[in-house]
């Protein structure tokens, strides 16, 4: 009786499964937004999986140098943005990242977001635990949506990498500049210079 009894209720089990909604973004986003995220996290989900890291102090002061100067640099009404969702191609890509510049005239789709194809140039600001997203999937997902400008920033490596010229989902090009020396992006859509001396290290 007992083994009947489990099969049925295996049974029902695997109906539960048939009958749960397709796995999208959307319903993983809606997901996290019922759980208890610690305040301060930073949610992203990077290939289906879902990676949370704290926001540091010294993560915002890189960050918010690199969106006042972009602010500098094209107006206040830029669209610069810093953890917003924009969801990327590839599978299940949901990226929030640390600073995202969208081209003039750039608007939301349908479903009230931002997309990946207005997107100019990103930067990145590592985190120990997420390091490997950001030179690795991640970089490659921006390779992939043609993003013309990807910045890494490590505040523990005390250096920046530049990645340029996406093609057949990589950068064509990549510059390794230390603190300390300036990031030239004169000759691309972002047209300026990133000043590194007062990033600061952790």
Known sequence: MTVI???IAM????DDIDSRPELTLDVM????????????YKVEIVGG???????RDIHWQIIRRIVRLLEDRFGMDVNVFSDVRIDFPGELNGFAPDVAKLRDGAEKNPQGRWRYEDVEFVAEVISKKTADNDYGPKRLT??????PV???VDPYQGRCRLFTQPKSGDYTTETKIAFGDDVD???TVVGL??????????
């Open 150 to 152: 990807y910045l890494i």
């Open 142 to 147: 921006y390779a992939l949506a043609e993003v």
């Open 193 to 202: 210079t990133v000043e590194t001396d007062a990033f600061p290290r952790d």
């Open 185 to 187: 992006l004169t000759d």
């Open 11 to 14: 049974a029902d089990n695997a």
């Open 29 to 40: 986003f809606e997901a996290l937004e019922k759980m208890p995220v610690p305040e301060g």
């Open 49 to 55: 999986n879902i990676y949370m890291a704290p926001q």
């Open 5 to 7: 009894e489990d099969r």
